[in-house]
C-alpha cells in the first residue's frame, strides 16, 4: 500500500477508467469501476436502478473512490494500460532510493562530491551572496546544487522550493521575501530536512522576523501537487533535483498547474548535449553525481512545451568539471551542462520569437539591480536604454511581476514577420544578429 501511495501521480486522472466506463454485474447493477464491483459498492444515486433503466445521456455520478483506488493511479496509470514501475523493473535500479541514499548516508558535505555537477559554484549573483552570511553554516555545509535559481523582485511572494534539501535556497528566499512572503522547503530526504527545520527559530531570528516565513515538507518531489492548489504559487525553483526523478514530465505538468498565471518557474539543473545510454542511468555514482539522469537539453525543451511553457529561456549556462578519471572513463564523449532555465505561465507566448514592433524600457526600482536587468542571457536591459523585443519577452517583462518596472511600448495587432535581433537596442544595425530567444 506504501509503494502504491509513494508513486502517486495526479497526472493520471484525466485518464482513469472510471471517468469513462461503468462495470456491470450479472443482475444488471452498475459500478464505476471493476474493483468496486469486486467490494459490492454500487454507484452512488443508481443504486437500485439497473444499466437499462438510466438515461445515460443525463449520468454523471460521483465516484466512490477509497484507498484501492490508487492501484490506478501510480506512475503512468493503470486500468490495464500502464505500469507500476518501468526501468525499475527492468533493471533493478530505483532512482529515488539511490537518490535518497546517496543525499542522505554516502554524502557528508560538498567535500565529498565526486564531480562539480551539483556544487554551487562560487560566482553566485550579488543579491545571493549578501544573504549567505545569514545562513547557518550547517545549512550551507551539507547544501548541494548546481546552480544560483534564486530570483529577483521576490517581495510579498509566495514561493515553492522543490527538493531544497538542508534549505539553503528556502532560507535565502525567506530573507528576499520579507516577513509578507512565504517558502515552502519539499524535499524526500529525511536527514536533510532535519538539518533544515532544526535551523528555523535562528533563522528567524537572524532575519529580524517575528514569526517563521517557512516551513519544510517530507515528500516526494513527484507528489508536489498533492500539497498545493491549482494556481497557488507565485514562483517556484528548484536546484540540481529534477535530474534524479525518474518521471521528469510529471514534475513539469504539475509546476505548470501549481502556478498562478504570470507565475515562474526559475530552476537550475544537468543536462547533456546528447541522450544518455541506458546503463549510464542506472550507474548508482554517476546518477547520485546528477549525471546519470541528466536530460538530453532539447528533449527538455521538448517536454516543456508540452506542459505548456511554450519559450523556455536559459539564464546561465556552464561545462560541468569531470575531476574522477573513473567516471569520466564512463561518461565517455557526453559534455554535461549546468543550466539555469525560466519558464514561465503565460498566455499567448509562441514557440518563436515573433516581431510586433515593441520596445521595452527598464525603469529601474529592483533593489538588487538598480542599473541593469537581466531576464536571461540574450536579454539584458540597461536603466532607461530603450530595447526592440520580440512579443513573447514583452509579455513576460508586462504580465509578470516584472510589469512595474518596465514600460512597453507596442501591441499585438500588427505582425512584421520572424524577430531576428532579441536583445539588441531601439536603433539600425548594418547586420542583425540572430534570435537569442
Known sequence: MQLLVDNFNPETLDKIMCRYQVSVDYQGYIYDCDFNLALGVRTKGYED????????????????????????????????RGVLIKEEAKTGFDARENAKKYYGETLHGTSDLKTSACCTPDSLPAHIKKVLPYIAEEIKVKYYGCGSPVSLALDGLKVLDLGCGTGRDTYVMSKLTGQSGFVYGLDMTEKQLKVARKYIPEQTGRFGYERPNVEFIQDYIE???????????????????????????????????????????????????????????????????????????????????????????????????????????????????????????????????????????????????????????????????????????????????????????????????????????????????????
Request: hydrophobic share 35%; proline share 4%.
Open 49 to 80: 436502478k439497473k444499466f437499462w433503466e438510466i438515461d445515460f445521456d443525463d449520468f454523471s455520478p460521483e465516484i466512490t473512490c477509497d484507498v484501492h483506488c490508487y492501484a490506478c493511479t501510480v506512475n503512468s496509470g493503470s486500468s490495464c
Open 223 to 437: 507528489n508536489a501537487g498533492n500539497h498545493f492548489n491549482d494556481e497557488s504559487l507565485d514562483l517556484i525553483i528548484s536546484n540540481c533535483v529534477i535530474n534524479l526523478v525518474p518521471d521528469k514530465e510529471s514534475i513539469i505538468k504539475q509546476v505548470w498547474r501549481m502556478l498562478k498565471p504570470g507565475g515562474e518557474f526559475y530552476f537550475s539543473d544537468v543536462y547533456s548535449d546528447r541522450r544518455i545510454p541506458g546503463k549510464l542511468k542506472t550507474d548508482p555514482v554517476l546518477h547520485g553525481e546528477c549525471l546519470g539522469g541528466a536530460l538530453y537539453y532539447k528533449d527538455f525543451e521538448r517536454m516543456a512545451k508540452r506542459a505548456g511553457f511554450a519559450d523556455p529561456r536559459v539564464v546561465s549556462k556552464r561545462v560541468i568539471d569531470i575531476t574522477n578519471e573513473e567516471i569520466k572513463e564512463i561518461a565517455g564523449n557526453i559534455t554535461f551542462y549546468s543550466v539555469t532555465y525560466r519558464l514561465w505561465k503565460l498566455e499567448g507566448l509562441e514557440d518563436a520569437c515573433e516581431e510586433y514592433g515593441h520596445v521595452a524600457v527598464y525603469k529601474g526600482g529592483i533593489p538588487e539591480s538598480l542599473f541593469r536587468f537581466e531576464l536571461d542571457s540574450s536579454h539584458i536591459f540597461e536603466k532607461n536604454l530603450p530595447v526592440r523585443v520580440c512579443g513573447n519577452t514583452a509579455l513576460m517583462l508586462s504580465k509578470t511581476r516584472f510589469s512595474d518596472y518596465f514600460h512597453i511600448t507596442g501591441s499585438f495587432e500588427e505582425h512584421f514577420g520572424e524577430f531576428k535581433d532579441c536583445g539588441s537596442p531601439a536603433k539600425e544595425k548594418e547586420e542583425p544578429g540572430h534570435c537569442g530567444c
